[in-house]
């Protein structure tokens, strides 16, 4: 058994001692306090220290709590987004007299010519539907018996209906 006076004991390295008073400043610092901890349970991983397991414990915990609100916080951030571009859509739509028919063929007008900006967009598209002429419906309307008679003697149907509109103008004359 060794005494007070240090006989009998091993020598101790004046350099261990210093590495030691340094590490124990280090560790009272708040800066490097974790890293030395860190250091400690790198080299000595069976060695409990209450203060990384106790904060390894909190942030997982902490997460698994914060994994919900993340994904409505997520689901929220997406739902806005969409919102605002919707409200932006129709102030748009409002502002250059565009309906929701309209806007769907622009769109795809867009697509089709590569045009980003949908202002430019609009202006093409109604420039090219300029020309095109649109359909309209046929004045008349055939009732069954109409359309099985037009089928067996389509002659005999026309001049039928010629003599119709025929009658028919000549009432209007007569009458004004």
């Keep these: 058994m060794a005494n007070a006076s240090g006989v009998g004991a091993p020598p101790v390295d ?13 560790g009272k610092d708040p800066q490097y306090r974790h ?9 000595a991983p069976d060695v409990p220290i209450p203060e990384l397991d106790v ?17 409505e916080n997520k689901t929220l951030v997406d739902r806005l987004g969409r919102l605002e ?10 502002a250059n007299g565009v309906d929701d028919d309209e806007l769907t063929a ?3 007008f867009a697509k089709e010519k590569k045009i980003g900006d949908p202002n ?18 046929s004045s008349a309307h055939l009732s069954e018996d109409s359309r099985k008679e037009l089928y067996k003697n389509p002659k005999a149907w026309y001049e039928k209906e010629a003599n119709k509109i025929l009658s028919e103008s000549r009432r209007r004359r007569s009458v004004a």
Aim: no cysteine.
């Design 85 to 94: 571009h919707s409200i932006q859509q129709r102030g748009w739509q409002e």
């Design 35 to 43: 890293q030395i901890l860190g250091l400690i349970r790198a080299a």
């Design 14 to 26: 004046p350099n261990v001692v210093q590495l030691g008073q340094l590490m124990a400043v280090l």
């Design 120 to 137: 430019t967009a609009l202006e093409y598209y109604r420039q090219a539907e300029l020309g095109r002429p649109r359909g309209t419906q």
């Design 106 to 108: 622009v769109t795809a």
């Design 55 to 71: 904060a390894r414990a909190t942030e997982a915990k902490v997460e698994t709590e914060l994994k919900p609100l993340r994904d």
